[in-house]
Structure formats: C-alpha cells, structure tokens
C-alpha cells in the first residue's frame, strides 16, 4: 500500500473520455447555436405566417368599411383620422391589423429581415383568396397566377431553411437613414405627381406611396428592435405605419382592396427584403439553398406584381 502525507488526497485518475479537445468543444458550440438558430427560426416563419393572415384579413375589412365613409383625403389628416376611429368595423379591422403587426415584430426579433418580408409576401395569396370568397367571384388568370407563385415561392422558401438562416450586420447607420429617406422621397413624388403627367389612377398611387410608407416601417422596426440608441428608429416607424395606413383608406374609396392593398404588400415586401440584403448584409445560403432562396424572393415579388395588376378574365 502507497503512503501518502496526512490530509492530502492521492490524484485521481484522469477521466480522458469525458474530456474534449477545444477543438471538439468549438464544434459541440456550433452545432448546439446552429440548432437554436433553426428552431428560432421556424418559430419565426410561424409568427411571419400568422401576421400576414391576420394582415390581409384586415385590409379587407378595413376596404369594406372604408369604401362606405365620406370622402377621405390626406389634406385634411385630422378629420380623416376622426371618420376613421370613429367607425366601429373599421376600428376593430384596424385592432386586427395592429395584432398582426405584434406577430410580425416578434418574428423580427427572432430571424432575418428578408426571411421573415419573403413569409409576409406570400400574404398577398391569401388576400386573393379571401378576396375571391368575400366577393364571390373567381380569380382572373393573372391573379390565378400571383398566387400560384406566392406559394411556390414559400416552398422553395422552406426548403432552402436546410442551408441556413443567418442575421447580418446591424448595417450603416448613414445608408440605412438614405435608403429610408429615399423610399419617403418616392412616395412623396408619386402623390405630387399623380395627374401631372404621371399615368396612374387615385387607387394605384395611394397603393404605391402606401407600400413605401410601410417598408419605411418594416425596415424602422428591424432596426429598433436592435435596441441601444436604435430604439429612436420607432419615430419612422409610428409615421411610416400611420401614413400607410392612411394612404390605404383613401385608396379604398376608389380601387378594389386587391389592387390598393396588393400594390402597397408587393412594395413592402420587396423593399425590405433589397433593404436586408444591400443595407444590412443579411447573407444567402451557397449552393442548391442559395439559389432556392433567391428564387423564392423573386417569385413572391413577382406573385405580387401579378396580383396587383389589372383583372382579366
């Protein structure tokens, strides 16, 4: 038997199996931080679905009720915004509405700013479809077409999640702030400019200027949920929201939801997912899932082209 000094404990055997060199243990890391990431994100596309459902079930509540008030107009924003709150089906449509952009919010927090846009594109299948049921009649063959792509689109969408779903950078402050004012500058110039040589009808450009007025809030409140000093972003964000949804009631009271609503979705859509790409280095997946997931972003862009288009038979 070995001795050994009072009070002091022999050395244990060394327990290499339950050891890992860092190696192994920088590859346990990544593998546990990349499951996490997929599980956020399909958290978040559940989130992203539930919203624009919620979304496109508003706006054609919100066309309904709208189409019977007085005239709205931009001109006089106060008086607009009394008819409006003081009208119960569109106040409850607009409840919905507000809850859908919570969902969309939280989804934002959990994945990509593109990622969670091309989920909200594909809303615009479902507007076309409740659209058709409300109004009774079937979709024209370019509408037929807008939806087909929109859910080819979210297919290929959910495929290409195997190659990965990752944030990128918090982006330039200097050109987050130019793409912002340049989206606001377009909308601004398409409402001046309507019926001054600009060929396009009361409900196209309410529809356009609205949709930009929306990806200036969808953009504002990625970058506010950042948090720090970025929280100031809710100021564009609470303008953007409010002036979209204005630009939208007085779109109603001359074109049919699908187009004013279709419009202002393609444009909200479309924008934010450039905007996570170019302004915030949001990256895509190589190979085969890159390519699905481009092929996703444009077939939704290009859904709700179709959709917002005019009908034909």
């Known amino acids: 038997m070995a001795w050994r000094r009072p009070g002091v404990r022999a050395p244990s055997a060394p327990h290499t199996q339950s050891l890992l060199r860092p190696a192994d243990a920088g590859l346990v890391l990544l593998a546990r931080e990349s499951s996490q990431m997929r599980v956020e994100t399909s958290i978040a596309i559940g989130l992203a679905?539930?919203?624009?459902?919620?979304?496109?079930?508003?706006?054609?509540r919100e066309h309904d009720a709208a189409a019977k008030m007085p005239p709205l107009s931009l001109r006089r924003p106060w008086h607009t915004v009394r008819l409006l709150l003081s009208n119960r089906p569109w106040l409850t449509a607009?409840?919905?509405?507000?809850?859908?952009?919570?969902?969309y919010a939280a989804a934002l927090g959990l994945a990509s700013l593109a990622l969670v846009q091309s989920v909200s594109a594909g809303g615009i299948g479902v507007l076309a479809y409740i659209t058709a049921r409300v109004t009774g009649r079937g979709l024209g063959r370019r509408e037929l077409a807008g939806v087909i792509l929109s859910c080819l689109g979210l297919l290929a969408l959910g495929i290409s999640l195997a190659g990965g779903a990752e944030e990128g950078s918090e982006g330039e402050l200097a050109w987050i702030i130019i793409w912002i004012g340049a989206s606001g500058g377009v909308a601004l110039a398409v409402l001046l400019l309507r019926g001054r040589g600009?060929?396009?009808?009361?409900?196209?450009?309410s529809g356009v200027a609205g949709g930009l007025c929306f990806s200036i809030g969808d953009i504002?409140?990625?970058?506010?949920t950042e948090g720090g000093a970025r929280v100031a972003f809710i100021v564009p964000l609470v303008l953007g929201y409010l002036l979209g949804t204005l630009l939208l009631q007085v779109g109603y009271q001359s074109g049919e939801a699908l187009t004013v609503a279709g419009i202002a979705t393609l444009l909200t859509n479309a924008l934010p997912i450039a905007a996570?790409?170019?302004?915030?280095?949001?990256p895509v997946p190589g190979g085969v899932y890159g390519v699905l997931r481009v092929l996703a972003f444009g077939a939704v862009t290009a859904g709700g082209f179709f959709l917002a288009r005019p009908r034909t038979t």
């Open 49 to 60: 679905a539930a919203s624009t459902t919620a979304i496109s079930v508003a706006y054609i």
């Open 94 to 103: 607009f409840g919905l509405e507000t809850a859908g952009f919570s969902l």
């Open 198 to 205: 600009l060929d396009m009808t009361r409900a196209v450009a």
């Open 220 to 224: 504002s409140t990625k970058i506010a």
């Open 276 to 282: 996570g790409t170019v302004v915030l280095d949001e």
